[in-house]
Nanobody, 116 residues
Framework: QVQLVESGGSLVQAGGSLRLSCAAS????????MGWYRQAPGKQRELVAY???????NYANSVKGRFTISRDNAKNTVSLQMNSLKPEDTAVYYC??????????WGKGTLVTVSS
């Protein structure tokens, strides 16, 4: 089992920045990928970015060039630096960890609200 706790969600004006963090605990050695998903009101949950243990990354087209995902394997954390935020980035952001066994673990989410 892996437990995930997100932090950093807040209200920010368009054009501003936020940094989300997620701390993992539990069966840390089982974690391969770490990433962020988001779910806006009335929409399906979507991938924002993920990073493998090797450091390779993948981003949704909508956030490329604005968001940066990073990971600290020693501290078991994953962060998402979000710059040039837009109102359409408003969503609940969820931390996700994918294990080598194929099981995905989810945090409870943190709310990001971008005002225009």
């Amino acid at each position: 089992q892996v437990q995930l706790v997100e932090s950093g969600g807040s209200l920010v004006q368009a054009g501003g920045s936020l940094r989300l963090s997620c701390a993992a605990s539990g069966s840390i050695s089982s974690i391969n990928t770490m990433g962020w998903y988001r779910q806006a009101p009335g929409k399906q949950r979507e991938l924002v970015a993920y990073i493998a243990r090797s450091g390779s990354t993948n981003y949704a087209n909508s956030v490329k060039g604005r968001f940066t995902i990073s990971r600290d394997n020693a501290k078991n954390t994953v962060s998402l630096q979000m710059n040039s935020l837009k109102p359409e980035d408003t969503a609940v952001y969820y931390c996700m960890c994918g294990s080598y066994s194929g099981i995905n673990y989810w945090g409870k989410g943190t709310l990001v609200t971008v005002s225009s």
